[in-house]
């Protein structure tokens, strides 16, 4: 069993800056990604950025490249999700998830863990 806790989301002006954190604990293996995707509301959950925990490759969602950076901590079994210049269609609730797989996830089915989800909010 592995789970996944969020933190950091909040509000924030357009133009401004968060870092969202995911905590992983439990049973995991060495080679597995983690996921963030993002929900607003009416909308569908959608892919926004994946990283390898082992070798550390990533992949983004076009609608982020360029403004959110993924990164992890290995110390401290976190995974972090920096976000720039946030625009007002980047509010949502913010989820975490693992996936073990072979390349790089950018399905929700895909992953078989999630976290609770953390609300970003972006005002105009």
């Known amino acids: 069993q592995v789970q996944l806790e969020e933190s950091g989301g909040g509000l924030v002006q357009a133009g401004g800056s968060l870092r969202l954190s995911c905590a992983v604990s439990?049973?995991?293996?060495?080679?597995?990604?983690v996921g963030w995707f993002r929900q607003a509301p009416g909308k569908e959950r959608e892919f926004a950025a994946a990283?390898?925990?082992?070798?550390?490759?990533?992949g983004y969602a076009d609608s982020v490249k360029g403004r959110f950076t993924i990164s992890r901590d290995s110390a401290k079994n976190t995974v972090y999700l920096q976000m720039n210049s946030l625009k007002p269609e980047d509010t949502a609730v913010y989820y975490c998830?693992?996936?073990?797989?072979?390349?790089?996830?950018?399905?929700?089915?895909?992953?078989?863990?999630w976290g609770q989800g953390t609300q970003v909010t972006v005002s105009s």
């Open positions: 990283i390898n925990w082992r070798g550390g490759s990533t």
């Open positions: 998830a693992q996936a073990y797989s072979s390349r790089l996830p950018i399905r929700s089915f895909e992953y078989s863990y």
């Open positions: 439990g049973r995991t293996f060495s080679s597995y990604f």
